[in-house]
C-alpha cells in the first residue's frame, strides 16, 4: 500500500476538505504521521473536540505565508497535500493583495519548502474557475497551478514531483451553496443568480479520494481532472425548497454563468481516461507525457464545459446528493 508509513502534511487541514482527507486517511490507508498544517488555532481545538485524536495525528500551528515555518513543518514529510487558500470569491475581488499573498505566494512557499524538504510528491488542488478566469480568486489559481506545474523543472535532479488535481464545486463544503439554500427554505424564499446557471459538482469523500489517487499515480506536471457530472443551480435550489418562491438576483461581480474544466487549447495535451482527464504538461522536457499509452488523445475543439457536458445529474441524484445535509438538520446540527 502507497501510503502506508508515509508522512504526510495537509496545508488548510483544519478547512472541509482536509478533515474529510485526514479522516479517510487515518481509517484506511495506515500513514506513520499526518501533520495539520493551519494558522487557526481555534480551529485546530475544534478538530480535537470533535474526534480528531488519533495517535498519528500532529497539529501545527503556521501560515503558509511564513517559508521558514513550513520549512519546520515539511521536516522527515513524505507527500504534502495543499490545501490551503482563500477562497471566497467576493472576500478574495475586496482583498486582492491578500489573496496574492495566500494563493500565489503561499504556494510558492510550499513549493520552496517541499524542494528544501525534499518531500517526494506534493499535490495542489485547484478549481474549474482556474480555467479562464474571470475573477481573482480563479486568477490565483491559475498562477499556482502554473507555478505548481513549471516547478518541475526545478525539482528535475532531485526525487521531488509536482501536480495538480481541478474539481468543480464540492457539495457542502464551506462556501457551498446547499447550506444556503437549506437555511433559505425556512424564509420561504430562495434566491438565485441566474436561472441558466450550471456548474460541475463533486462530493467531499469523490474529491478526497481522487486526490488520493491522483497522489498515487502522479509522475510530475499533470493537472489531473475528474469526470463529474453538470447540475442547474435553479434544479438545486427547486429540490431543496420545492414550496419556495425562487428569487433571480442576477450574476454577482466575478461570476460565470457556466464553469470550465478544460479549454480547448488544454485539450490539446489533454488524455482521455475511462474516468478522468490528465492535462499533461504542453513543453516540459522531463516528465508527465507517459499518459498516452494509458488513454486516448482528444479531438480537436474539445472543451469539457459544465453546460455542454454529456453527464447531468437526475433530480433523484441531487436528492440523494442532499440526503446527508436534510439528515443532520434533522438531528440539529449545524451545515
Known sequence: MYWKDKVILVTGGTGSFGKKFIDLILREYEP????VFSRDELKQHEMRVAGFTHPNLRYFIGDIRDRDRLRRALNGVNIVVHAAALKQVPACEYNPMEAIKTNILGSSNVIEASLDAGVEKVIALS???AVNPVNLYGATKLAAEKLFVQSNYYAGGTQTRFSCVRYGNVVGSRGSVVPVFLKQRQTGKVTITDDRMTRFWISLEQGVRFVIRCVEQMQGGEVFVPKIPSMRVSDLARTIAPDAKVEVIGIRPGEKLHEVLISDDEART????SDMFVVQP?????????WEKQGKILPDGFRYA?????NWMTLEQIQAMIAPFEEAINQGKEV
Do not use: C, Q, Y
Open 306 to 310: 459544465s453546460d455542454t457536458n454529456p
Open 127 to 129: 478549481t474549474d474557475k
Open 32 to 35: 506513520a504521521k499526518v501533520i
Open 282 to 290: 504542453p513543453e516540459a522536457p522531463w516528465f508527465g507525457h507517459a
Open 270 to 273: 489533454t488524455i482521455e481516461l
